[in-house]
């Protein structure tokens, strides 16, 4: 076969543990959407945990603020290949909004405001590996970034941390989401390079 | 947001570069041959992957910019000062060279062929890309939806595909194709309501709404077409930013 890319040399290989393959650092904070982004005033801001027996458990933008918050700094991965190291977020653990809800479910669907929704397991979004964030670098978050409120899931590909959510339902069974119907991965791990279905 | 189930795994493949032609002084359009290639959809994207001697890779996802036409695959790249990867494509692949490719990527910002409602594309910069696809699809199927475009650019020496839409505007019926300068000319301005206002369609018509370009303009452009009166749902975004 014939040599790939002759000539290509790429960026130099200090060695970047932090990141995964096929991704690379930016100092920026790209946006990625798929349609206007929806403008949602906090005083009508709520945020509902559906079960499967019907169930729900709701939250108002003052009773969410009022929860302990927490501080994650993480790194956050996007499928579009960028990554960004060490961002700060301030917001609820799901392990919180999780304490009173009964539930047999072994999967989750996010969903958001405008129509957006992802699938994700169930045990992805406990044990201190998923916030309901409202601040990022001290700042109130911006509509662009998923504000008032946006789902940070950041183990996974940052398309799984919905922006604008507004409620997460459980399923027993796995569903697609909005990208996930349209060939993206599934589950979304970075560090197995899960892009697309089939990776 | 109904859309169509993708499925099968997206393999790299080698993709040989039989064409290639310079949009303007950053931008560069290439033709690949990717023998197997599965077909795609106006608005797609493909992965492109460049390996060093030593092993290294480096990937980025760039738009297509022509429909499905067998082993041709058709990109558009700009050069991103201080990228990693376009500056490669832009400057340094040649005709005969090989790089790896994979896709069709990306279900939703699709323009089908058998859509029949009116269709406004805006675009912003190096947002025209997918676009172009779109408007060169409809010509190739022999559409007959009313297409407009809205095209942004700073002057004309920064257009894409300059000829081929000057063309296009007077033979192709039914596509209209409006320039906003803004660095230009007297009339130098931002996009504003009243650019998608006058060139875009009312929105009665429930036209079909693809904006494309970078963040801050489909932010910009978005806002105003929910300001106008389109539903959401039926403007669909794509952001562009640095590669």
């Not at chain 1, 290989?13 to 403008?39: C, I, M, N, W």
């Not at chain 2, 910019?65 to 990109?75: F, K, L, N, Y």
């Given at each position: 076969?014939?040599?790939?890319?002759?000539?290509?040399?790429?960026?130099s290989?200090?060695?970047?543990?932090?990141?995964?393959?096929g991704q690379?650092?930016?100092?920026?904070?790209?946006?990625?959407?798929a349609?206007?982004?929806?403008?949602?005033?906090?005083?009508?801001?709520?945020?509902?945990?559906g079960?499967?027996?019907?169930?729900?458990?709701?939250w108002?933008?003052?009773?969410?603020?009022k929860?302990?918050a927490?501080t994650?700094?993480?790194?956050?991965h996007?499928?579009?290949?960028?990554?960004?190291?060490g961002t700060s977020?301030k917001?609820v653990s799901?392990?919180t909004?999780?304490?009173?809800?009964?539930?047999?479910?072994?999967?989750?669907?996010?969903?958001?405001?405008g129509?957006?929704?992802?699938n994700?397991?169930?045990?992805?979004?406990?044990?201190?590996?998923?916030w309901?964030?409202?601040?990022?670098?001290?700042?109130?978050?911006h509509?662009?970034?998923?504000?008032?409120?946006?789902?940070?899931?950041?183990?996974?590909y940052?398309?799984k941390?919905?922006?604008?959510?507004?409620?997460?339902?459980?399923?027993?069974?796995?569903?697609?989401?909005?990208?996930?119907?349209?060939?993206?991965?599934?589950?979304?791990?970075?560090?197995?390079?899960?892009?697309?279905?089939?990776? | 947001m109904?859309?169509a189930a993708v499925?099968?795994?997206?393999s790299?493949?080698?993709?040989?570069?039989?064409e290639?032609?310079?949009?303007?002084?950053?931008?560069?359009?290439?033709?690949?041959?990717?023998?197997?290639?599965?077909?795609?959809l106006?608005?797609?994207?493909?992965?492109?992957?460049?390996?060093?001697d030593?092993?290294?890779?480096?990937?980025?996802?760039?738009?297509m910019?022509?429909?499905?036409?067998?082993?041709?695959?058709?990109?558009t790249?700009q050069?991103v000062?201080?990228?990693?990867?376009?500056?490669?494509?832009?400057?340094?692949?040649a005709?005969?060279?090989?790089?790896?490719l994979r896709?069709?990527?990306?279900?939703?910002?699709?323009?089908?062929?058998?859509?029949?409602?009116?269709?406004?594309?805006?675009?912003?910069?190096?947002?025209v890309?997918?676009?172009?696809?779109?408007?060169?699809?409809?010509r190739?199927?022999?559409?007959?939806?009313?297409?407009?475009?809205?095209?942004?650019?700073?002057?004309?020496?920064?257009?894409?595909?300059?000829?081929?839409?000057?063309?296009?505007?007077?033979?192709?019926?039914?596509l209209?194709v409006?320039?906003?300068?803004?660095?230009?000319?007297?009339?130098?301005?931002?996009?504003?309501?009243?650019?998608?206002?006058?060139?875009?369609?009312?929105?009665e018509?429930e036209?079909?709404?693809f904006?494309?370009?970078?963040?801050?303009?489909?932010?910009?452009?978005?806002?105003?077409?929910?300001?106008?009166?389109?539903?959401?749902?039926?403007?669909?975004?794509?952001?562009f930013?640095?590669?």
């Amino acid at each position: 076969m014939a040599t790939l890319s002759p000539g290509f040399r790429g960026r130099s290989r200090e060695a970047e543990p932090k990141l995964p393959p096929g991704q690379y650092l930016t100092h920026d904070f790209p946006v990625l959407s798929a349609g206007p982004t929806p403008k949602v005033p906090t005083e009508r801001y709520e945020f509902t945990i559906g079960t499967e027996t019907g169930e729900k458990h709701s939250w108002s933008w003052d009773e969410l603020l009022k929860l302990p918050a927490e501080t994650p700094t993480v790194d956050i991965h996007c499928v579009t290949k960028w990554s960004k190291l060490g961002t700060s977020w301030k917001g609820v653990s799901l392990d919180t909004l999780f304490e009173d809800v009964e539930s047999a479910a072994d999967y989750a669907m996010a969903h958001s405001y405008g129509g957006y929704t992802t699938n994700l397991p169930l045990e992805d979004l406990l044990d201190g590996q998923a916030w309901l964030v409202y601040e990022f670098d001290g700042e109130p978050l911006h509509p662009e970034h998923g504000g008032p409120v946006r789902l940070l899931v950041p183990h996974l590909y940052f398309w799984k941390s919905a922006k604008w959510v507004r409620g997460i339902s459980l399923l027993l069974d796995d569903e697609p989401g909005f990208w996930e119907a349209a060939g993206y991965h599934d589950y979304g791990d970075p560090w197995r390079e899960q892009r697309y279905q089939g990776d | 947001m109904a859309r169509a189930a993708v499925s099968g795994r997206l393999s790299w493949r080698t993709a040989t570069l039989v064409e290639a032609r310079a949009e303007n002084a950053s931008a560069r359009t290439l033709v690949f041959d990717v023998p197997g290639w599965p077909g795609h959809l106006a608005g797609q994207h493909v992965d492109v992957r460049l390996t060093a001697d030593d092993g290294y890779t480096a990937q980025r996802s760039y738009s297509m910019s022509a429909p499905a036409d067998g082993a041709r695959v058709e990109i558009t790249v700009q050069t991103v000062a201080d990228g990693e990867v376009s500056p490669y494509l832009v400057d340094v692949l040649a005709v005969g060279d090989a790089v790896e490719l994979r896709g069709p990527i990306g279900g939703w910002f699709v323009w089908r062929p058998e859509q029949l409602d009116p269709v406004l594309l805006v675009a912003g910069g190096s947002g025209v890309v997918p676009l172009m696809a779109m408007i060169r699809a409809r010509r190739k199927h022999h559409n007959r939806s009313v297409f407009r475009l809205i095209y942004s650019v700073r002057t004309p020496d920064d257009v894409y595909y300059a000829d081929e839409l000057r063309r296009r505007a007077r033979d192709d019926h039914g596509l209209e194709v409006t320039f906003v300068y803004t660095r230009f000319g007297e009339d130098a301005h931002r996009i504003s309501v009243a650019d998608v206002n006058t060139h875009g369609w009312p929105p009665e018509l429930e036209p079909a709404c693809f904006v494309c370009g970078p963040t801050g303009f489909v932010e910009t452009v978005a806002d105003i077409l929910v300001a106008l009166g389109h539903d959401p749902r039926r403007v669909r975004t794509e952001r562009f930013g640095p590669s």
